[in-house]
């Protein structure tokens, strides 16, 4: 695996304070999900994928998003 770390950038931390107002707004209960829209949106703007498995909001809100999920390749 050719893994890298990158900072995240401006645009991906607007795009995720974006998405969870969206998430939000749209009746989304938790409210301390931001980091996981942070962690999201960084991996959809300067990641190939994300190693995560979904709880339903990842795919809905990020749905240009690859997830690479553990139980999928067991």
Do not use: C, V, W
């Not at 938790?30 to 190939?48: G, V």
């Amino acid at each position: 695996m050719d893994i890298r770390h990158s900072m995240i950038t401006e645009d991906s931390s607007l795009t995720a304070g974006r998405i969870f107002r969206e998430y939000r707004k749209g009746g989304g209960p938790r409210t301390k999900i931001l980091p996981d829209f942070l962690i999201a949106a960084h991996a959809a703007n300067q990641a190939d994928a994300l190693a995560a498995e979904d709880r339903g909001y990842l795919r809905a809100y990020f749905p240009g998003i690859r997830l690479l999920s553990l139980s999928s390749t067991q």
